[in-house]
T-cell receptor
Framework: KAGVTQTPRYLIKTRGQQVTLSCSPI?????VSWYQQTPGQGLQFLFE???????NKGNFPGRFSGRQFSNSRSEMNVSTLELGDSALYLC??????????????FGDGTRLSIL | DAKTTQPPSMDCAEGRAANLPCNHS???????VYWYRQIHSQGPQYIIH???NNETNEMASLIITEDRKSSTLILPHATLRDTAVYYC???????????????FGQGTILTVHP
């Protein structure tokens, strides 16, 4: 069974540009969450999408946005890039159930560097 | 979600059991204990999770104390490839308002020595 796939793996942008990152969840998983990882702040939750709707949001500015498609694939967009946006962006997918609990499974991330 | 406390680092000899502790004294009755690990430059890898009972899978065992205020992740025969940052996380299970969100702390850096 294929895991979570994130593309691209590496990306270099300059300040002021915008970027779109892509995430394909594990087949059958309908919940997709995004995280930012930096050396200073660690792993921080950005948002979660389920059934094409944002269900949960972390404490990030509006420049960070996302969407989910009907096939559960998700994209996140960062506009007006700042140097501080340099980070590893991780996507995780899970089954969303009401009984017990389901783990999230992570991709290997997109490493974004802002020059 | 309840806060967790882990030692910043631990060492283990290859072939020996690695026992990683986690304190979650404010855990609620509906919160699960999760363990993930992250090897450099990779995404976090799910290891195991549990609610009340001890759990075991092909990777590890999870021992949760009876009062649920602490837990221990056991890697029975550590190898060099188990060197990673290990995260203990507690979160509300099944459809809570924070579903989809994992709150990561600083974790424990486990170094396995030859």
């Amino acid at each position: 069974k294929a895991g979570v796939t994130q593309t691209p793996r590496y990306l270099i942008k300059t300040r002021g540009q915008q970027v779109t990152l892509s995430c394909s969840p594990i087949s059958g998983h309908r919940s997709v969450s995004w995280y930012q990882q930096t050396p200073g702040q660690g792993l921080q939750f950005l948002f979660e999408y389920f059934s094409e709707t944002q269900r949960n949001k972390g404490n990030f500015p509006g420049r960070f946005s996302g969407r989910q498609f009907s096939n559960s694939r998700s994209e996140m967009n960062v506009s007006t890039l700042e140097l501080g946006d340099s980070a590893l962006y991780l996507c995780a997918s899970s089954l969303r159930g009401t009984e017990g609990d389901q783990p999230q499974h992570f991709g290997d991330g997109t490493r974004l560097s802002i020059l | 979600d309840a806060k967790t406390t882990q030692p910043p680092s631990m060492d283990c000899a290859e072939g020996r059991a690695a026992n990683l502790p986690c304190n979650h004294s404010t855990i609620s009755g509906n919160e699960y204990v999760y363990w993930y690990r992250q090897i450099h430059s990779q995404g976090p890898q799910y290891i195991i999770h549990g609610l009340k009972n001890n759990e075991t899978n092909e990777m590890a065992s999870l021992i949760i104390t009876e009062d649920r205020k602490s837990s221990t992740l056991i890697l029975p025969h550590a190898t060099l490839r188990d060197t990673a940052v290990y995260y203990c996380i507690v979160r509300v299970g099944g459809g809570g308002t924070s579903y989809g969100k994992l709150t990561f702390g600083q974790g424990t850096i486990l170094t396995v020595h030859p």
